[in-house]
């Protein structure tokens, strides 16, 4: 599924992306899974920056309002997700803390923060692409996006869109960072030897 060289994506696509599309895939209407590949550009972007790698978009009357990748690190703020900032700059956009008539997108299962923030902005429909079933907020370990009294709006949610891309780049991802830190540990290793190594051979002389 995952592809790291693939540059056979379609026009409208980046090049370079870690998901790979079937051959000939074409856009040819606008539905949730043509914004899913939108919201999956995020996604590598927040990848190639070494960010986990998701990725939200936010759309009113099939136009794209706002775009956002996660950047916890970037901006070194752990409430920098995807969907914090793209509420953040839909609600500029439109120029209304009420996202009516809006739908965001995001690769993966809102989780409890993004959620409630969800909430409060009220866009119509949340659509994620894969489940988290540890943390998300959707359904997956709570729902904060069910009917809330307290929190007086309920969003239409559709999940599992794209999902197999969106749970690919973050698979590939934590597969990398994983490979990197044994990597990292091995090269210590070594270092050490060499270092008791060094100090043997001076103790002989
Ligand atoms: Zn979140």
Known sequence: MIDETSTDSPNDLPTGAPYDFQDGFQIEERGDEYYMQLALREAQKAYDAKEVPVGAIIVRDGKVIARSSNQVE?????????????????????????????TLYVTKEPCPMCAGAIVHCRPDRVVYGCPDAKGGAAGGWINLLDSNPPLNHR?????????????????????????????????????????????GAKSCD
């Open 74 to 102: 970037t901006l070194k703020d752990a409430t920098a997700h995807a969907e914090m900032l793209s509420l953040s700059a839909a609600q500029i956009a439109i120029g209304d803390w009420r996202l009516e008539g809006c």
């Open 155 to 199: 969003c239409e949610v559709s999940s599992g869109v794209m999902a197999d891309e969106c749970l690919g780049i973050l698979q590939s991802f934590f597969q990398s960072a994983r490979r990197r830190k044994k990597e990292e540990r091995k090269a210590a290793k070594l270092a050490e030897q060499a270092a008791e190594e060094q100090g």
